[in-house]
């Protein structure tokens, strides 16, 4: 079974750029998660989506950063305009909605670089 | 608020040399506590979850164990390919609800 699926895997752009994501999940996985890593850090949840819906983004700095998840599958996180600290890796991560069976499985992630 | 803290930060140990990892959390309303294991410019690796206090599981080396505070990653006669970074993560009871990291130790196998 393929797991979850990021492009691009590295990022180098200038500051202020705009830059974008993808990812698809695990085949059959409704719970699509996006998260950000900070050098030395754990990840921290940026947004959470149940099918389409967007159920928790509560965390998201919504003045630059957007996301989507078009028919409930793949899902495209974007940053515009890049600051200096949003480099970091961005990391994807896909769960069934079943108890018992939710554990998050995670991509190799988008290292960001913002120079 | 929950809280995840693992130490130590980093640890070095000599190949067979066994040793354990610590987390210690502070939860409204635990769901579950996983592990994970993430090497160098790769996502997070799923190793276990643990339901509740007194559970167990083990995989090759590593054997993971759980209180009501803090869990504990054990691993017995370590090669070098374990070296990684460990994580600890903690649910709460909603399901599916995002997990909460701590910051991870690194371990080190030297031959």
């Known amino acids: 079974e393929a797991g979850v699926v990021q492009s691009p895997r590295y990022k180098i752009i200038e500051k202020k750029q705009p830059v974008a994501f993808w990812c698809n999940p695990i085949?059959?996985?409704?719970?699509l998660y996006w998260y950000r890593q900070n050098l030395g850090q754990g990840p921290e949840l940026l947004i959470r989506y149940e099918n389409e819906e967007a159920v928790d983004d509560s965390q998201l700095p919504k003045d630059r950063f957007s996301a989507e998840r078009l028919k409930g599958v793949d899902s495209t996180l974007k940053i515009q305009p890049a600051e200096l600290g949003d480099s970091a890796v961005y990391l994807c991560?896909?769960?069934?909605?079943?108890?018992?069976?939710?554990?998050?499985?995670f991509g190799p992630g988008t290292r960001l670089t913002v120079l | 608020e929950d809280q995840v803290t693992q130490s130590p930060e980093a640890l070095r140990l000599q190949e067979g040399e066994s040793s354990s990892l610590n987390c210690s959390y502070t939860v409204s309303g635990l769901r579950g506590l996983f592990w994970y294991r993430q090497d160098p410019g790769k996502g997070p690796e799923f190793l276990f979850t643990l339901y509740s206090a007194g559970e167990e599981k083990e995989k090759e080396r590593l054997k993971a164990t759980l209180t009501k505070k803090e869990s504990f990653l054990h691993i017995t006669a370590p090669k070098p390919e374990d070296s990684a970074t460990y994580l600890c993560a903690v649910q709460t009871f909603s399901g599916n609800t995002p997990l909460v990291f701590g910051k991870g130790t690194r371990l080190s196998v030297i031959a």
């Open positions: 991560a896909s769960s069934l909605d079943r108890v018992g069976a939710d554990t998050q499985y």
């Open positions: 085949s059959g996985h409704n719970t």
